[in-house]
C-alpha cells in the first residue's frame, strides 16, 4: 500500500476476483471505506473480471426456466395487487379509524382529558377562592359597618354613656354603657372577676317601662376585660343598665344576682 | 430465443428497470432475454449442475423484479451487476458459504464495464475479446485465472492445488489481470 492506496492497480482485480487474503484484503478494505478514488477503481476492476464470465462454454438456459420465472412474477404482482387493493382500501377508508385513533386521536384525547383535569381542578380551586374571598369581604364589609356603627355610635351627639358599678358581695369590676336609643345600639366595655363555674353575666335593658331587655351574655377572659357591640330594639328609653350572673347560655329574663348596676341619670 | 419486441430490443437496460419498477412484466422479460444466455454459461460453468444453475439464474431475475428500485443504473452497468451477481451466487453455492442479501448485493456491488452489452451482438463482440486474451495468457497463467473466478479459490487454495508456490501464484495472477486491464482498456 503506497499513502493508503493499493501499490499496484491489479490489486483492485484481485480484490474483485477475492483472491486477496488476510492482511492484504484487511488493509484494502480499510482503506475503501475512505477512499472515492478507490472505489471508483474498484467498481471499473469489477467491470472488467465479470467480463471473464464470457469466456465460460455458451449453455442456454432451458425454456421451462423463463416459463417458471415469468409464472412467479405474475404470482407476485397478483399478490401485490391483491395486498394493495386493501391497503388503498384501508388507507382511505379506514385513515381516520386507525391513523387518527391509534395517532392522533388517542393521544389527543389523553391530552385533552389531562387538560380538563388540570382545568376543573382549577376551576375548583379558584371556586374555592372565590368563595373565600366572598366571605372575606362580607367580614370586612360587616367588620367595616360595625366600626362605622361605633364610630357613629361613639360621635353621635345623643349617645350616653352610663356607668356601672359593683354591687356589694359580688365580684369586682367595672364597666360602662355607651348607648343611642334612635339607633338602638349599645356597646359595652368592662372588667370583671371571672364567672363562677356554669355561670355567665348578662347585661341587661332596663326599660322605663316594660321588662328588662337582654343586650348579650358573656364570660371574662384572662384579662377579666370584655368589650362588645349589641343591638337593641329601637326607641326604648333605658332607667338604667344592669349585669346579672346567670346560668351559663343567659336567661330570658333575670333571675340571678345583680354585679354590676348602672341607673341612666 | 429472443421474444424481446422490436421496441424492447432498443430499450437501454436503465429504461428497462424503470418499467419493471412499474411492474411491466414485459420490461423483464426482456432483459431476461437480453441477459439470461450469458449468465447461464457462468453459472453452468462454475456449478457444473444444470438444475442449481437455473435456479439461481431465475432467482437472479425474480430479485430484480422485486427489487428494481434499489438498482441505480447511472452508477453502474447492469449487465456487469447481473454477471457479477450470477458468479457470487454460484461460487457461495458451490463452497457452500452464505449468499450476500438481496439488498446487500444491490447497493454495494457497482460494476462499471467501459463496454455496452445490451446488444446480442455487442456480447459477442466482447466475448470474442475477452477469449482471444485469455487465450494469449501462458498456460499456467490462464489455469490461475480460471481457478480464481470460476471456482473463487484463493492465492492460498491455488498454491495448494496446483503445487506451487504461493508467491508464484500470485505473480502468475498479477500478471494475467494485468494484461486483461491493458486489453479491456
Given amino acids: 500500500m503506497t499513502n493508503g492506496h493499493p501499490s499496484r492497480e491489479e490489486d483492485f482485480e484481485l480484490y474483485a476476483l477475492g483472491s486477496l487474503e488476510g492482511d492484504e484484503k484487511r488493509e484494502f478494505e480499510a482503506h475503501l471505506a475512505s477512499c472515492a478514488d478507490c472505489a471508483r477503481k474498484l467498481a471499473e476492476a469489477r467491470g472488467r473480471v465479470a467480463l471473464l464470465a464470457l469466456a465460460a462454454p455458451p449453455v442456454k438456459p432451458s425454456a421451462a426456466v423463463k416459463a417458471r420465472l415469468m409464472q412467479q412474477v405474475r404470482q407476485d404482482r397478483s399478490r401485490f395487487d391483491a395486498a394493495s387493493a386493501p391497503r388503498k382500501a384501508e388507507r382511505a377508508e379506514g385513515y381516520f379509524g386507525s391513523w387518527w385513533a391509534a395517532g392522533i386521536l388517542v393521544p389527543t384525547t389523553i391530552v385533552l382529558a389531562i387538560i380538563a383535569g388540570v382545568l376543573w381542578t382549577e376551576n375548583q380551586n379558584l371556586d374555592r377562592r372565590l368563595t373565600n374571598l366572598r366571605a372575606d369581604l362580607q367580614q370586612q364589609q360587616q367588620q367595616f359597618q360595625e366600626s362605622r356603627e361605633v364610630a357613629d355610635l361613639i360621635t353621635a351627639r345623643d349617645t350616653m354613656i352610663v356607668p356601672l358599678a359593683a354591687q356589694r358581695g359580688m365580684p369586682k369590676g367595672a364597666a360602662h354603657v355607651m348607648y343611642n336609643e334612635k339607633m338602638g345600639m349599645l356597646m359595652y366595655e368592662g372588667e370583671l372577676d371571672p364567672a363562677p363555674a356554669n355561670k355567665a353575666y348578662q347585661l341587661w335593658l332596663v326599660p322605663a317601662k316594660g321588662n328588662p331587655i337582654s343586650a348579650g351574655v358573656f364570660t371574662p377572659g384572662a384579662d377579666k376585660s370584655n368589650h362588645f357591640m349589641m343591638k337593641v330594639p329601637q326607641g326604648v328609653a333605658p332607667a338604667a343598665f344592669a349585669v346579672t350572673l346567670e346560668p351559663a347560655g343567659g336567661e330570658a329574663q333575670p333571675t340571678g344576682p345583680k354585679v354590676l348596676v348602672g341607673p341612666v341619670s | ?185
Avoid: C
Fill in chain 2, 1 to 185: 430465443m429472443s421474444s424481446e419486441t422490436g421496441t424492447d430490443l432498443r430499450a437501454t437496460d436503465a429504461a428497462l428497470i424503470e418499467r419493471i419498477m412499474q411492474r411491466d412484466e414485459a420490461a423483464l422479460e426482456a432483459l431476461y432475454d437480453r441477459y439470461a444466455g450469458m449468465l447461464s454459461s457462468v453459472l453452468n460453468r462454475i456449478l457444473r449442475d444444470t438444475q442449481a444453475a437455473e435456479e439461481i439464474l431465475q432467482d437472479i431475475f425474480f430479485q430484480l423484479w422485486r427489487n428494481a428500485a434499489q438498482f441505480d443504473a447511472t452508477r453502474g452497468s447492469l449487465a456487469g451487476w447481473l454477471m457479477v451477481i450470477a458468479r457470487n451466487r454460484a461460487i457461495s453455492k458451490l463452497r457452500h458459504h452464505n449468499p450476500a442479501a438481496a439488498g446487500e448485493e444491490l447497493l454495494e456491488n457497482t460494476v462499471a464495464l467501459p463496454f455496452n452489452l445490451e446488444s446480442a451482438a455487442a456480447q459477442q463482440q466482447m466475448l470474442d475479446k475477452v477469449k482471444g486474451v485469455l487465450e494469449m495468457l501462458p498456460k499456467e497463467q490462464q489455469t490461475a485465472i480460471e481457478m480464481a473466478y470460476f471456482e473463487g479459490m484463493t492465492h492460498s487454495e491455488i498454491a495448494e492445488r496446483t503445487g506451487d508456490p504461493l508467491g508464484t501464484v500470485k505473480t502468475r495472477l498479477r500478471t494475467a489481470l494485468e494484461t486483461l486491464r491493458r486489453a479491456l482498456n
